[in-house]
């Protein structure tokens, strides 16, 4: 009897199963790295192309999945349009610049916007779970295109 490889779906200590759908999807996250955004048809694009025979309505439930398991992030993004990075726990809140026309999105650090919202929880008696920010623009390409 074959012995299988064993399942090597712990994650991180939570203790959270992943079925092979999952891990393939985080994997590539990790491979694309932190700071990478993907929309669900980026990374349907890439299991297809790594031969995975998957609907791009299973991808997004996967996605959503992994962001309610907090191993994904969702950035609310403007007009709907969703992306995914990956969330780690020793990555402070950054924020998002996205232009509104192609989709290009940038991070950028702010102490002054965490302590704003660490001041506005505060005055509100709120307990902060997180702040982001994400800011809508029209990028260099894109505003010279107009
Ligand atoms: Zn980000
Ligand atoms: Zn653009």
Known sequence: MAVS???RHDLH???QR???QRQRVLDLFERVGAGHHLSAEDVHLQL???DARV??????RTLRLLASMALLRELELPEGSR?????SAEQHDHHHLVCAACGRTEEFDSAQVLQAGADAAAKHGFRLLSSRLTVRGLCGACAAAV
């Open 48 to 50: 297809l192309r790594a």
């Open 55 to 60: 609907s791009l309505a299973t991808v997004y």
């Open 18 to 20: 992943l079925t092979p």
């Open 83 to 87: 992306r995914f990075e990956l969330a």
């Open 5 to 7: 490889g064993g399942l």
């Open 13 to 15: 200590g939570r203790g």
